[in-house]
């Protein structure tokens, strides 16, 4: 059986593969609540992005989202280094049980510097506020069951998905998942919250692509 990421939601992996979804999760709430100190040049940077999305937030597409919001955040975060990179519209598969779930996330953070190697943490499914296609928390979650098995259950998989200006991170840890409160990105301290879980996942990263 063979299921695409973008067939997927909440809902029918729950039923597939037996996941239970948590309201409290430690290790989701240490990753949020993590320090990581923000330049005065960054939130620069973040301030102008913010304004930008304020403006057009309920006008973009998909694609523009991407390409005028999201896909600067990340650039800003800078997830390349030298063993691990920022990936875009890559391919990804895998065998859950006797499923094999497959697609090309938005947005993964992966080993490797020319082509992803082993996925780590991260993906994150954009879709535009009007009318988003599909499920991005399912699809998002879909990719980081993928995920999981390609590192053999030896850690929590971390992600996030992105709807319009509203951000929400998750957790998958075996079966079980929780999904974290909304952080708006044009709200209040919401996108500087945003750069700081990135950052803290960004030192994850490359703590664990450093003792491989």
């Given at each position: 059986?063979?299921?695409?990421?973008?067939?997927?939601?909440?809902?029918s992996?729950?039923?597939?593969?037996?996941?239970?979804?948590?309201?409290?999760?430690?290790?989701?709430?240490?990753?949020?609540?993590?320090?990581?100190?923000?330049?005065?040049?960054?939130r620069?940077?973040?301030?102008?992005?913010?304004?930008?999305?304020?403006?057009?937030?309920?006008?973009?597409?998909?694609?523009?989202?991407?390409?005028?919001?999201?896909?600067?955040?990340?650039?800003?975060?800078?997830?390349?280094?030298?063993?691990?990179?920022?990936?875009?519209?890559?391919?990804?598969?895998?065998?859950?049980?006797?499923?094999?779930?497959?697609?090309?996330?938005?947005?993964?953070?992966?080993?490797?510097?020319?082509e992803?190697?082993?996925?780590?943490?991260?993906?994150?499914?954009?879709?535009?506020h009007?009318?988003p296609?599909?499920?991005?928390?399912?699809?998002?979650?879909?990719?980081?069951?993928?995920?999981?098995?390609?590192?053999?259950?030896?850690?929590?998989?971390?992600?996030?998905y992105?709807?319009?200006?509203i951000?929400?991170?998750?957790?998958?840890?075996?079966?079980?998942?929780?999904?974290?409160?909304?952080?708006?990105?044009?709200?209040?301290?919401?996108?500087?919250?945003?750069?700081?879980i990135?950052?803290?996942?960004?030192?994850?990263?490359?703590?664990?692509?450093?003792?491989?």
């Amino acid at each position: 059986m063979e299921v695409k990421f973008s067939e997927c939601s909440l809902i029918s992996l729950e039923k597939l593969f037996s996941l239970e979804a948590l309201d409290d999760c430690p290790a989701l709430q240490t990753w949020l609540t993590e320090k990581a100190e923000i330049s005065d040049w960054e939130r620069t940077n973040l301030e102008y992005f913010r304004q930008l999305l304020r403006h057009n937030a309920h006008n973009w597409n998909e694609i523009e989202l991407i390409q005028n919001f999201i896909g600067p955040i990340f650039a800003l975060v800078n997830f390349s280094g030298k063993h691990c990179n920022y990936f875009a519209e890559r391919e990804l598969r895998g065998t859950v049980g006797d499923v094999t779930l497959y697609g090309s996330p938005d947005g993964m953070i992966a080993s490797g510097f020319r082509e992803p190697e082993t996925p780590y943490f991260c993906f994150q499914e954009y879709k535009k506020h009007l009318d988003p296609k599909g499920d991005p928390a399912g699809q998002a979650l879909a990719a980081m069951l993928v995920a999981q098995e390609l590192n053999g259950h030896r850690r929590p998989l971390y992600g996030c998905y992105v709807v319009g200006d509203i951000w929400w991170f998750m957790l998958l840890q075996e079966r079980t998942y929780c999904v974290s409160a909304s952080y708006s990105a044009t709200g209040g301290e919401g996108i500087f919250d945003i750069f700081r879980i990135l950052k803290a996942l960004k030192r994850a990263v490359i703590e664990l692509t450093e003792k491989q």
